[in-house]
């Protein structure tokens, strides 16, 4: 059975930083795929970042870039998303998913397995 369990989330100050990290068990992602997704109240779930097992990786979203840097340890089957110079807007709770049907992808209906999530709020 494969599981995603999320951590690292909280609430931090403008300006702040959090690392959140996404451990998979049950799930061998060889050639496969994780990613972050993030959605925030009245919103539609929107991609952040993907990573590739062998390290191909891409970002989702163009606020995030320069500020957020998705990696992975392979040994821990975890994949990270350090998060810096946070702002009210990426005030959300912030999934892990899984896929392996297609390639490195933002599209959440390209995922087979989802975590729980993890709140970040950011206050002004």
């Known amino acids: 059975q494969v599981q995603l369990v999320e951590s690292g989330g909280g609430s931090v100050q403008t300006g702040g930083s959090l690392r959140l990290s996404c451990t998979a068990s049950?799930?061998?992602?060889?050639?496969?795929?994780l990613g972050w997704f993030r959605q925030a109240p009245g919103t539609e779930r929107e991609g952040v970042a993907a990573i590739t097992r062998d390290g191909g990786f891409t970002y989702c979203a163009d606020s995030v870039l320069g500020r957020f840097t998705i990696s992975q340890d392979n040994a821990k089957n975890t994949v990270y998303l350090q998060m810096n110079s946070l702002k009210p807007e990426d005030t959300a709770m912030y999934y892990c998913?899984?896929?392996?049907?297609?390639?490195?992808?933002?599209?959440?209906?390209?995922?087979?397995?989802w975590g729980q999530g993890t709140q970040v709020t950011v206050s002004s």
């Open positions: 998913a899984a896929g392996r049907k297609y390639s490195i992808t933002c599209r959440a209906s390209q995922y087979d397995y």
């Open positions: 049950g799930y061998n992602y060889s050639g496969n795929y």
